[in-house]
């Protein structure tokens, strides 16, 4: 009896967390679009691209503009879709690797002082 409680609280705060994580097509990143029920690389290739080339979504419906995201797409991921306000999941900062840590100019130090 404990344990379906206890499986019952946990999925709960699941759901919740997943309600308050929509994915904000202004800022996401690949991996983020790709989260999304029915998108993946190919489209969330094509959202990211045609943002960079249209400017900001205005409204979530307007992923429809996007080629090959019909309404069908869209009903299933217009739950975890946002573009802005409170609702929003930021884009997770790039992960740097070793090659790109090693091409990046290194800081001048400040002289010691004797």
């Given at each position: 009896m404990?344990?379906k409680?206890?499986?019952?609280?946990?999925?709960s705060f699941?759901?919740?967390?997943?309600a308050?994580?929509?994915v904000d097509?202004?800022t996401?990143n690949?991996?983020?679009?790709?989260?999304?029920s029915?998108?993946?690389?190919s489209k969330a290739k094509?959202?990211?691209?045609?943002?960079?080339k249209?400017g900001?979504?205005?409204?979530?419906e307007?992923?429809?503009k996007v080629p090959g995201?019909?309404?069908g797409?869209y009903t299933?991921?217009k739950?975890?879709?946002s573009?802005?306000?409170?609702?929003?999941?930021?884009?997770a900062?790039?992960?740097?690797d070793?090659?790109?840590?090693?091409s990046?100019?290194?800081?001048a130090?400040?002289p010691?002082k004797?």
């Open positions: 404990l344990k409680l206890f499986l019952a609280v946990f999925a699941a759901l919740m967390s997943m308050f994580a929509a097509l202004n996401a690949q991996a983020q679009l790709e989260a999304l029915g998108i993946g690389p094509d959202i990211i691209d045609f943002r960079t249209n900001p979504f205005k409204t979530t307007d992923i429809m995201i019909k309404e797409t299933k991921i739950g975890e879709i573009v802005g306000g409170k609702m929003a999941a930021p884009a900062p790039a992960k740097m070793k090659s790109m840590k090693a990046m100019p290194m800081k130090s400040a010691v004797k």
